[in-house]
């Protein structure tokens, strides 16, 4: 069947190309059912991307709007993309993509301020360490993996997976946002071994703690789009083990733009139906429905 949902969603609000009533029509033209916005959250070290409070407030107002105009087409929920060190009330919104986009490395003060004017310019010095992008570059990965980890970059693999292993309690969120983002330029530059034993442990021992709590995993497709990838994320031995595991998934373009709302969905649920799923979630405005596929 055709999924026609989309529950991670990026307006001009935040580093979107298309305003939300754009990507609103988009949706209706293209026969969608239900669609979410999920702009991104202040970050208070990194407001390249993110909304500030103020901004979030104006964009809840714009889909709510939308919302209401178009309710009789297309079922609209407004919520947020809550990276694991964001910052923000989320009482006014639908609900929450809870995402890890940073690692996080304690530092000593003379070494905070050795490294501040070498450091790539991503990467951001506050709380007394350095917050390291792990999906704006390959090149930031190797200066972190080299300079904050001796070289080890499994130690930093397995940072980014203690966190996620703990973004449901940091996030509330209703929605687990690329499980394995640290995989993001693997394909054109592969900095690791997926296999290796450090790093199943990693995201072995991530599935571990979130599992039992019920949250649907996203089968994310935007790094398709982008141009990065050939396929999403989680991979799809990780996926397997995420179905062996009990657990559920949501279909999701994390879209930036309004042509990619529903991208590689058909070819999303053939993977999901090989790793032995049979239904997907979809949010709605009084919980979550399983689907069948």
Not at 19 to 47: C, K, N
Request: net charge negative; charged share 25%.
């Amino acid at each position: 069947m055709s999924i026609t949902t989309n529950f991670h969603t990026h307006t001009t609000y935040c580093d979107g190309k298309n305003t939300p009533e754009e990507i609103v029509r988009q949706a209706i033209d293209e026969g969608m059912t239900r669609l979410g916005f999920s702009g991104h959250a202040y970050t208070p070290f990194d407001t390249s991307y993110a909304m500030n409070p103020q901004t979030a407030m104006r964009y809840a107002r714009d889909v709510r709007g939308l919302a209401s105009r178009y309710k009789d087409q297309l079922q609209i929920l407004c919520g947020l993309e809550l990276d694991y060190f964001s910052k923000q009330d989320t009482t006014a919104f639908d609900y929450a993509v809870g995402s890890v986009h940073y690692v996080f490395k304690k530092l000593d003060a003379a070494a905070g301020e050795q490294l501040t004017a070498t450091a790539p310019e991503v990467v951001k010095f506050a709380d007394g360490g350095c917050y390291v992008p792990v999906d704006e570059t390959a090149d930031v990965l190797r200066w972190a993996a080299h300079t904050l980890y001796d070289g080890d970059i499994y130690g930093l693999i397995e940072d980014f997976f203690r966190e996620e292993a703990d973004v449901v309690r940091t996030t509330h969120c209703q929605i687990i946002g690329h499980f394995d983002l640290i995989t993001k330029f693997q394909e054109q530059t592969p900095l690791f071994d997926e296999h290796h034993p450090r790093y199943v442990a990693a995201w072995r021992g991530a599935l571990k703690s979130l599992l039992p709590l019920g949250v649907p995993f996203e089968i994310n497709t935007g790094a398709i789009s982008r141009g990065y990838r050939t396929t999403p994320y989680p991979s799809f031995e990780i996926l397997k083990a995420i179905h062996d595991g009990g657990g559920r998934i949501v279909f999701s373009s994390d879209a930036h733009d309004k042509s990619t709302l529903r991208y590689w969905f058909p070819q999303a649920e053939e993977l999901a139906k090989k790793a032995g799923f049979r239904t997907y979630v979809v949010l709605g405005k009084t919980g979550t429905e399983e689907i069948g596929l």
